[in-house]
Structures are given as C-alpha cells and as structure tokens.
DNA sequence: ATTAGCACTCTCTCGTGTTGAGTGCTAATA
DNA sequence: TATTAGCACTCAACACGAGAGAGTGCTAAT
C-alpha cells in the first residue's frame, strides 16, 4: 500500500483538524471538511490505511484518529508553506533596541511566548570562536587587581584577583604589555594550558606571583562557558489539557526551571545543522526526556563568526508548526538586520 | 468566650496535623492525639468556641476543621521554637565557595528548595548605598571605549562606549583623572544628575563629546539597579494537591518566571523590617495576589552596609513554619561567617 | 471504486444509592 | 458545672449502572 495523493490530502486535514481542536477526529468531520467530496465510509477506508502505514492512531476503539509522530513529521516536512507574517509587530518590538544583550535575549523569549502561545528559550550566543580584542590589568586598591576583557562583539568578561604579595606598578605594565602582546586576537579556545605556560615561562623572572595572576586571567577567559538560558512563558503549557495533568506539567516545569537540561537542546541544535537554521522534533524525536509529549523548533542564530546561540519554542505535538517556523524565519531576519545596523 | 490554655492546646493540635496531612481534622482524632484525655464531645465543643473565634473554618458542614489565616498565624507567632537543625549539611553546601555572587545565590535558591520541598527566591543584594571604588575608562580600539567600575564588595559594572568623534590619549588621561577624583568614594545614590551636570562643567573645555563620555559612566552607574531574582523548585507546588490545580499552579508558575511580580515581595521585606529579619505572610497577607492560598517566608539578609538582598520560601499555607524558619535562621548565619571569612 | 446502512464498541455524563467521617444537640453523669 | 455518651443528621466521596453519542468495521447495494 502507498500514499497517493488523496491519503495525503485526507492525512493533511486530520492534522490540521486535530490541531484545532485537540480532539481525535472522526471520519463524518473529513468528509464534511475537505473538499474531496467523499462519504465518511470512504474515508474510513482511508483512514483505516493511514493508520496501518502509521500515520495515525486511534486512542482507543470508536474514538476518531489523532495524528502519530510520523504523521506529524510528514506534515512538517511535506507539507508546510512558508508563509510570511506577523513581520510588523515583530520588527516594531525589536526596534526598541536594547544594548544590553540578556536583556534583548529576554525580550525575544517573551515576544516569542506571548506572540506563539507556547513556551519559548533562547540561549546567550557561546562564543568559543570569540576572539580576545583587549585585556587589560587594572589596580583597584593595594590587594586588589581588576582584569577586563573584551572579546569581539563587545563581550566582556572581568574577574578579581586577590593579591597576597607587593606587585609593583612597573610590573604591572609589564604584565599588561605580555598579556596584550600574546592574548589579542587569539581565539578563546586557543587560549588553552599550554599557552599558559608558556606565557608563565616568557614572565617568569618576576616569580611567582606573576603566575597566579596569569592563571587568574586565564580562568576568566575559559570559565563561564556555561549556559545562560532564558525562558518564557511556561505557564502555556497549562493552556493545552495534554500537557496540563499534573505529572507532566510537574516534570516540564522543572525542566524549564533547571536549564541544565535545556541546554542538551542546545548542543544538539548546534552540532546538528540543516541548511534552513531550523529544526523540528516532534515527540520522542526530543533529546530531553520529559519532553516527549511535546514538540520543538528550534532555530539557530547567528550573530558573526563564531557566536551562536540557539531559539527553541517548545508546545504540544498539536502546535502550529506553521506559524512557529514562519515566525522563528522573520525572526532571524530582524535578529539579521538588526545586527548589521549597528555594526 | 476568651482564648484559655486549653483552646490553645488544642488549636495546636488541629495545626499540626493539618500541616502532616493536608486533610480537615476531626474531633476524634484529636481526643487520641493529645494528651489532654478529652472525650471528643467536648473537643467538638471547644472546636465550635474556636471557629466561632475565627480561628479554624469548616470547608462544609461536617468535615473536619482546618486552621484560618488568624489561625495560623497565632501558630507562628507564638508557638514556634528556634529549633538548631540541619547546620551540617548547609555548612557543606555553602563551604563550596563561589566566587560569583549570582552562581552562589542559584546555588543558595536550589539549595532550599530541595531542602524544604518548597519553592525558593533569592534576590541578589541591591546597593544603593553601595560605594564607588574604582573607575577607570580605557581605549579598546579607535571608536570604543570601556568604562569599569567597582563599588565596595567588589560589584562591578561595565559598559562600552561607541566614539563619534576622535578622543586623544592625553584627554582620556585627564578623564580618568577627574572621573576618579570626583567619583570615588561617593556612594551610587549621591551620583545624581546635579554631580553630572557639576562634572560636565569641570570638564566643559574639551567640548561635548566628553558630555557623552560622563553621561554613560552615568548611566552606568544608575542603570541596572533592576531586579535580579533566581527561583528555584517551582514544580515542588504540585506536592501540595490544594495548589496544584491547573488554575492556582498555572498562575503561580508564571509569577514565578515573571520576576517582576516577585520583586514587589522584596520591597515589601527590604522596607517593612522586623528585628528577627524574618517575616512570614499567611494567606492574605501576602504583597502578591495570585499567592493569596500560599503562605511566605522571607529573611532578608546585609553582607555589609547597604548590600542588602531576601530570600523567600512559598509554600502552601500548611508549610512547616517551624523548619523553614529555622532553616532560614542557620542559613543567615552561615552566611554571615562566609562572608566574614572572606573579609 | 464508492456509498448507505447497521450492529457494535467505547467513552462520557448523569443520577442514584451507599458509606463513612464528622458534626450538633440532648440528656445523663461525676 | 464541666464533661461525656449517644443519637440523628449532613455531606463529600465513591461505586454502579443506564443512556446518549460519537465513531468504527463490515456487508451489501450502487
């Protein structure tokens, strides 16, 4: 048996039907829906073959079908149109530009839930690519020195360090002058234990100290590349009765809460790439385990070499596909315009 | 009809089992539960005497009663006891040193969330009255500049600056310079637009850019005075099944994600002190509506002068006053001797 | 190949009766 | 006078069964 064109057809208004109303759906609604003109005995028919090849399923006996995870995945990969919406709201909310980076990232989060009706994550670009413009080592008071770093795309990092030793304020230029010398334009990840020690050995006359300063500024360039994850919007989930029981709603909202395990999402999206950006897992196809009655888009953004960060939108399998991969698509195109404005 | 010893015995009794089981408590259970050897006749008389006192309620005629807000708060108020719990675990925990202030307030939010098995709030310290240590604004490359700043406690802030305009070595000197002299010491309160407006007139010769220079230190400084709030342990209200009905836990969950409700709590309990530092909202009581069915406990707690932040616990009205209470006691000071050690 | 018709299945809802916990009241008791 | 035993009453919770309704699969007719 094969899917020709009237089983798709039908296949097709299921899905759509069930995303509607969240409700199995029966033959007698097919045959009034579509504009096939076929009785809700012929449909049957269909609708018993579409099940066999597994695209839908009965929940139980005299219950209509709701669609399975390979039907919704045919309907994602056949069937969706790229439509362009919604271009307007959006790019009015992100003209509001926001220097602050987490603060942009919550904006979108937001827009993304209140404008979608599910829940929505995005994560802070990692910038392992990032490459070090400008390191400088400050005195704050006599134990203390303060250590900034720039990276491109203007991400700062600083730490302090505590001095148990005299540094005097010759020193103290030397070092900044080593530093500058030997980080600038290097790439974070190229910054790793050897170049550490060899940037030790070239300072190594003015003891020990010196180390632990290097080793200091070191740690603040490796360090922190852990997740920074927004959410928003979690309380959507209560808004769809298969999601809402308490088991399961229990379980998304601690995984909301615990980013942890978002951030396997994330890895994932960024290994995985497919040339649109976007990417769709429906049910079990979901690297996070509490997730497996959900669906996810997720989109990769890109803000320059090297700095990327990760959109997802997380709903049930009933989501509107249609409209969360048309709204994540104009979305990157401000995200897009947005950043070359300013460059 | 007054309130004797007895009635407050056997107000306790109801409150305590309620707290275990969750359920309305009748009069036979307490007649075996005390040791008062009362038939349950008269506990159901003393019962009627204290729900005409507003203490307990009837959720219908003939369930047991369950404690009122005036109920439980008689409870915390004066039946508590300080009891010395569980300091080893918390000395452990917390002896994880973390540098970052935000990594340890996570840590500390998750911490007693998994402890109590309620949901937890941090906020991070503000500092208004925080004082300026350290400026310094340094060149990154032709068309940006940094501007650092640390206050007391090591806070530090930093922004960039997008130049317009040339701006010479010797006039970033003198910046520096006057930036420094003028500004430390103050605290972030007193840098307001009158201190701007005065420093923009000493520096009034090197045109207007420099105006623009002083304007983002400013900003700098004032900005970012919004909250930081970390929850943690949001899903542990679907524990208690009289808040885990879709509607009470769906707008509890967003309020939690919605940090700007929550900051309302942290007013209320940086303005509204108490000598303990502790305060607990029953019902009602509560600064934000959709908690009106949970009960909340906040400490707020000073690493020094001015750096003061809360902590809060929210948890059903049934919470066990007496362990989160003292366990936000042992956890004040335990940070008190952290932050000592690192002094 | 399609359709009408029919018997069948299963969920959902609603009403009913039953159970059990808990009450308030009254009369007896210490 | 305070306490207690006893009893009738109330109400939520649960289980049960009937009936409705939606939907199916199969068969026979078109």
Do not use: W
Not at 60 to 71: E, L
Not at 87 to 95: I, Y
Not at 227 to 233: A, D, F, N, P
């Amino acid at each position: 048996m094969q899917l020709d064109e009237r089983k798709m057809k039908i296949l097709q208004a299921i899905i759509r039907n069930y995303l509607e109303t969240g409700e199995p759906v029966g033959s007698r609604t097919i045959s009034k829906y579509t504009d096939l003109n076929l009785s809700s005995a012929t449909i049957r028919n269909e609708m018993a073959d579409l099940e066999e090849l597994g695209y839908i399923l009965q929940p139980h006996t005299s219950a209509g079908r709701i669609p399975s995870d390979s039907g919704y995945r045919l309907y994602v990969d056949n069937l969706m149109a790229d439509k362009e919406r919604e271009v307007l709201e959006m790019k009015e909310m992100l003209l509001e530009k926001e220097d602050k980076m987490d603060h942009l990232l919550k904006q979108v989060a937001k827009f993304l839930s209140v404008n979608t009706n599910y829940t929505s994550m995005i994560s802070a670009p990692v910038c392992h690519k990032n490459k070090v413009k400008f390191v400088q080592l400050s005195r704050v008071d006599e134990q203390q020195l303060i250590v900034v770093i720039v990276g491109e795309g203007n991400v700062i990092k600083n730490t302090m360090i505590d001095l148990e030793e005299e540094l005097g304020d010759d020193t103290l230029l030397k070092l900044n002058i080593l530093l500058n010398t030997h980080l600038n334009g290097l790439s974070m990840e190229e910054i790793n234990l050897g170049m550490i020690t060899a940037l030790k050995m070239k300072a190594g006359v003015h003891g020990e100290i010196i180390g632990k300063v290097i080793d200091a500024v070191a740690l603040a360039i490796t360090e922190d590349e852990d997740l920074e994850i927004y959410t928003s919007g979690a309380n959507n989930i209560f808004k769809y009765p298969e999601l809402a029981d308490q088991q399961r709603a229990s379980e998304l909202v601690s995984t909301f809460e615990e980013k942890q395990l978002l951030n396997k999402l994330v890895q994932e999206t960024l290994t995985d790439q497919n040339q649109t950006g976007i990417q769709v897992y429906i049910g079990n196809e979901t690297p996070i385990q509490s997730m497996k009655d959900c669906s996810i888009v997720t989109a990769t953004y890109e803000l320059e070499e090297g700095m990327r960060g990760t959109i997802g939108i997380i709903g049930p399998k009933r989501m509107d596909y249609d409209k969360v991969v048309s709204t994540l698509k104009n979305l990157m195109n401000q995200l897009d315009v947005l950043y070359k404005k300013k460059e």
